[in-house]
Every structure is written in structure tokens, then in C-alpha cells.
């Protein structure tokens, strides 16, 4: 399985910006998509993630910000991201877990303040 995210840039705070994920491959029907980021000098952190079923996980810094989605037709995550804070700077990385973990290549999202 491979990964392909797309959607990252940059933006001004209170913008909104949309990051696809689009895996190539075949997942197990019971899987997690998700998203996480690594700001600059910091270690990798959960974003959102969601599963098969369509329940949702979010970090309490997002919530009521971001919103994760997912197409199972087409493989794809979504992570809609409104009023963006500078402190969403980071490279996002999406992922996708079955009985194995995949990682996508990472996108990078600035937010200017």
C-alpha cells in the first residue's frame, strides 16, 4: 500500500485549507486512516484519525477546527482545516493501519501569522 497526500501550503491564519490522502493498494476492510504532523523541532503527533466504520478520533487541539473524512471507494482521507493558527505549522503525514502501518510522504502546511 502506498500513500499519496496532496493539498498542503500556505496560508494565512484564519484560512482554511484541505489535505487529501489518496492510498493506492488494498487495505483490510477494518482499518484506521488518519493524519499526523510534526511541527518543526518537535516530535510527530496524532491530528485526526478515523476508522472503517467512520468513527472519529481527534487531537484536543483541532477539534472543532478540523474535520476528517474518508471515500472508501476511492481509498481516500480527507482533513478539512479551518481557522488555521500559526501553531498548525508542521509537515503532515497521513496513515493508514491494518495489520501493518503505512505512512504517506508528508505535505507541508504553513500558517502566517
Known amino acids: 500500500v502506498q500513500l499519496q497526500a496532496s493539498g498542503g501550503g500556505l496560508v494565512q491564519a484564519g484560512g482554511s485549507l484541505r489535505l487529501s490522502c489518496a492510498a493506492s493498494g488494498r487495505l483490510f476492510s477494518d482499518n484506521v486512516l488518519g493524519w499526523y504532523r510534526q511541527p518543526p523541532g518537535q516530535e510527530r503527533e496524532l491530528v485526526a484519525e478515523?476508522?472503517?466504520?467512520?468513527?472519529?478520533n481527534y487531537a484536543d487541539s483541532v477539534k472543532g477546527r478540523f474535520t476528517i473524512s474518508r471515500d472508501n471507494d476511492k481509498n481516500t482521507v480527507y482533513l478539512q482545516m479551518h481557522s488555521l493558527k500559526p501553531e498548525d505549522t508542521a509537515i503532515y503525514y497521513c496513515h493508514a493501519k491494518d495489520l501493518w502501518d503505512y505512512w504517506g510522504q508528508g505535505t507541508q502546511v504553513t500558517v502566517s501569522s
Open positions: 478515523i476508522g472503517s466504520g467512520g468513527i472519529t
